[in-house]
């Protein structure tokens, strides 16, 4: 296979347990995520990956495809690892199970890149934002790129750049939760010892940045928004209504 997709989804979150399972407009949280997925063109096969029979039983009801991974596992990236060791893939795209509003084209854009890209190992999406109350939440993650807007150079929770002042013509860029890793890759970034930087911001992609891999970036302008409170479920619903897709 050239590409797949994996949406881990584990059932004890801490902010808000059985979030993946949680009713939105009439469907489990992760149903909206697998069906939007399966729209992208340039996946050759998607699978989620859970940690609890009560997830397997919820995708086995809406005929999506699911294997049972470790409880033990920390990250999902972890949980990508078990799924992906035994396939004979190019491409793995990791896919949060919490971010039900996913557009298929990201996934596409993402795949596209690793394909055309021999130096890209790993490949994420950001998005520009204006917004004040973004910058200054430390749930919404700030990326600076290098001037080519191809690599990163830092993600944080912070308001990055200092200084900066969102508004009409002032804008930063949002990380959007997805990624894209050549297969090999996934391997070696799991061996990596967690940085310091990591550990610091709370943010995995951190690592491969602090030990000198480069993280490709593409741009998009599609919304999404992940599911870590059941305020972010209403959120996605009203969402959710503005494109007509809730009944």
Do not use: W
Not at 138 to 158: G, T
Not at 205 to 217: F, N
């Amino acid at each position: 296979m050239e590409a797949i997709g994996i949406i881990p989804a584990r059932y004890g979150a801490t902010r808000f347990e059985g979030k993946v399972l949680k009713d939105l407009c009439g469907k489990p949280v992760i149903q909206h995520v697998y069906e939007r997925a399966k729209k992208a063109r340039l996946l050759d096969d998607l699978i989620i990956a859970a940690d609890d029979e009560r997830i397997l039983k919820a995708v086995e009801s809406f005929g999506g495809k699911a294997v049972f991974t470790s409880k033990s596992h920390k990250t999902g990236t972890d949980r990508l690892t078990e799924v992906v060791n035994a396939l004979d893939v190019k491409v793995i795209v990791n896919i949060q199970g919490d971010e039900p509003l996913i557009n298929p084209l990201v996934i596409d854009d993402l795949v596209r890149t690793m394909q055309d890209d021999s130096e890209a190992v790993m490949a994420t999406v950001v998005k520009k934002s204006v917004s004040e109350e973004e910058f200054k939440s430390r749930d919404v993650v700030k990326v600076i790129m290098d001037q080519s807007q191809k690599r990163a150079l830092y993600f944080s929770r912070m308001p990055i750049p200092g200084g900066l002042k969102p508004g009409p013509d002032h804008f930063f860029y949002k990380h959007i939760g997805i990624y894209a890793y050549q297969k090999d890759f996934i391997f070696t970034f799991k061996k990596l010892p967690k940085s310091t930087l990591e550990a610091c911001e709370k943010l995995e992609q951190l690592r491969a940045l602090e030990h000198g891999y480069k993280i490709r970036l593409i741009e998009t302008k599609f919304e999404t928004v992940g599911i870590d409170t059941p305020e972010d479920l209403e959120h996605a619903k009203l969402l959710l209504e503005k494109e007509e897709a809730c009944a």
